[in-house]
């Protein structure tokens, strides 16, 4: 089983930054991707970025340029640097994981991010 504790959400201007944090915890053989979703009132849950075992990194269109993932496997936490963010950036940001052999998914609970123009 795994447990995912999500960090660094929260109320910022547009243009502002925020850090988002997932550390990953329990009993299991190796993560493979890792990534942030979110997902906007009335929206349906859409993919951020993911990072994969090997450090490739894919985004959505919408955060190019603005939004970084990484990850430090030593301590199985994913990160989301968010610059110049925008109103419409805000939703409830959510940790996903993959982990073994099988590439199970785990989500995080969330965490809200808000942005005021």
């Known amino acids: 089983q795994v447990q995912l504790v999500e960090s660094g959400g929260g109320l910022v201007q547009a243009g502002g930054s925020l850090r988002l944090s997932c550390a990953a915890s329990?009993?299991?053989?190796?993560?493979?991707?890792m990534g942030w979703y979110r997902q906007a009132p009335g929206k349906q849950r859409e993919l951020v970025a993911v990072i994969t075992s090997g450090a490739t990194t894919n985004y959505a269109d919408s955060v190019k340029g603005r939004f970084t993932i990484s990850r430090d496997n030593a301590k199985n936490t994913v990160y989301l640097q968010m610059n110049s963010l925008k109103p419409e950036d805000t939703a409830v940001y959510f940790c996903?994981?993959?982990?073994?052999?099988?590439?199970?998914?785990?989500w995080g609970q969330g965490t809200q991010v808000t942005v005021s123009s």
């Open positions: 329990g009993t299991f053989f190796g993560i493979n991707a």
């Open positions: 996903n994981v993959r982990v073994g052999v099988r590439d199970r998914d785990y």
